[in-house]
């Protein structure tokens, strides 16, 4: 009789440790993720970055995946386990573009615009240099805009410069007399400037001794004696 009741204690253990083991595979099954196939890699690269996939490796457990995306060439590693992908790399090698000495660019500048460089600054855009240069002429002031690359001019401003108005200078009054008694001797009498379709003259009277009077035109700019008139 307690032989009996103890192999009915057995059985009872045994078949309770049979629906834990049953129990757990179930919960295995149902909570551990297939590993991703090669379809569902290149369909989860797809749907993160689109862009064409160029090719794809498995490499211990990783999937690692060349893509191409606006013209450039990307890697994107993803674990074959538990899906995580490990983030984009540029695979793209970096090109440096050759760029002109200051020196050559100033040659440049001059030979199109000869004057007076007043300003020269590099600058970067969009990942391209350039030099922004200010030229003065005798007429203009210049701004250009040119690439490092190649010393293309690839933007050019002109400002007209204003020129400053020549003073004419006159002889003075004193200066047009002296010149006056040297063509006419005698006294002077009256000074009269005047002014006629541009251009402005001195007009000097001189009494002589012989009571004749003349008058002496003459050129305020040059000091050349225009005419002499007589009267009584």
Avoid: C
Avoid at 62 to 80: G, P
């Amino acid at each position: 009789m307690r032989n009996k009741k103890i192999r009915n204690i057995l059985v009872a253990i045994g078949a309770v440790v049979l629906f834990v083991v049953a129990i757990w595979q179930i919960l295995a099954s149902t909570t551990t993720a297939a590993p991703l196939t090669e379809t569902d890699a290149k369909k989860l690269t797809q749907e993160m970055y689109s862009g064409e996939i160029v090719d794809i490796h498995l490499i211990n457990n990783v999937y690692q995946i060349t893509l191409a995306l606006d013209s450039k060439i990307y890697e994107i590693k993803i674990d074959r386990k538990t899906g995580e992908v490990f983030g984009i790399s540029d695979k793209n090698p970096e090109q440096k573009v050759k760029e002109m000495p200051e020196a050559e660019i100033k040659n440049v500048i001059l030979q199109h615009y000869p004057g007076k460089i007043n300003k020269l600054e590099r600058t970067v855009e969009r990942e391209q240099v350039f030099y922004n240069a200010m030229i003065q002429t005798k007429e203009r002031q210049i701004a250009l805009k040119i690439s490092a690359a190649n010393g293309a001019i690839v933007h050019k401003e002109a400002k007209v410069l204003k020129q400053p108005k020549e003073t004419v200078k006159r002889i003075s009054e004193t200066q047009a007399i002296k010149i006056a008694l040297k063509t006419v001797s005698g006294k002077v009498d009256e000074v009269d400037i005047e002014r006629s379709d541009g251009l402005v003259y001195y007009l000097i009277e001189i009494d002589r001794a012989n009571d004749q009077e003349a008058t002496v035109q003459i050129n305020a700019i040059t000091g050349e004696v225009m005419s002499v008139s007589w009267g009584d």
